[in-house]
């Protein structure tokens, strides 16, 4: 699936290594998914998307991601396309239920032996009465 034909860019300048070149190219890339009308993803899978990324979708239902990592705006756009994408395919991933299960036989003799074992540790600490 490649989201990178949905998603709409905004650049702006950003802050960090560069020197000169910080202040005159913008190389800080935004980039913007709109999750309701994407055409990549069924109505299921939006819905899974909007509970397990809420956090990182705007009041516009906008899926919103920045980097400013690279020097270059290119690096950026590409650095933004695969966040997008692995959070999206990080969302889509239904975790197993998981299955209650009773311990052994083995593993319940070693806990009343260790039981015990303590209790007769504290026996021997007493005092010995006569």
């Known amino acids: 699936m490649d989201i990178s034909t949905e998603i709409w ?5 950003s802050g ?3 020197g000169q070149n910080v202040n005159k190219v913008e190389t800080m890339v935004e980039g ?16 899974l998307i909007k509970e397990k990324l809420a956090n990182k ?3 516009d239902g906008y899926l919103f991601v920045k980097s400013q990592t690279e020097r270059s705006q290119l690096g950026n756009k590409q650095e933004v396309i695969r966040k997008i994408n ?3 395919e990080k969302a ?20 009343i032996n260790t039981k015990k ?10 005092k010995v009465q006569r």
């Not at 991933?93 to 003799?109: L, S």
């Not at 074992?117 to 007493?126: C, D, P, Q, V």
């Open 9 to 13: 860019f905004k650049t702006a300048r």
């Open 16 to 18: 960090g290594k560069g």
């Open 32 to 47: 913007y998914w709109d999750i309701t009308m994407s055409d990549l993803v069924s109505e299921q899978q939006k819905i």
């Open 57 to 59: 979708i705007n009041a």
């Open 86 to 88: 692995a959070f999206v």
């Open 92 to 111: 889509l991933i239904i975790p197993k239920k998981r299955k209650p299960t009773k311990p052994g036989k083995a593993a319940k003799e070693k806990r």
């Open 117 to 126: 074992k303590t209790g007769e540790l504290k026996e021997s600490r007493k």
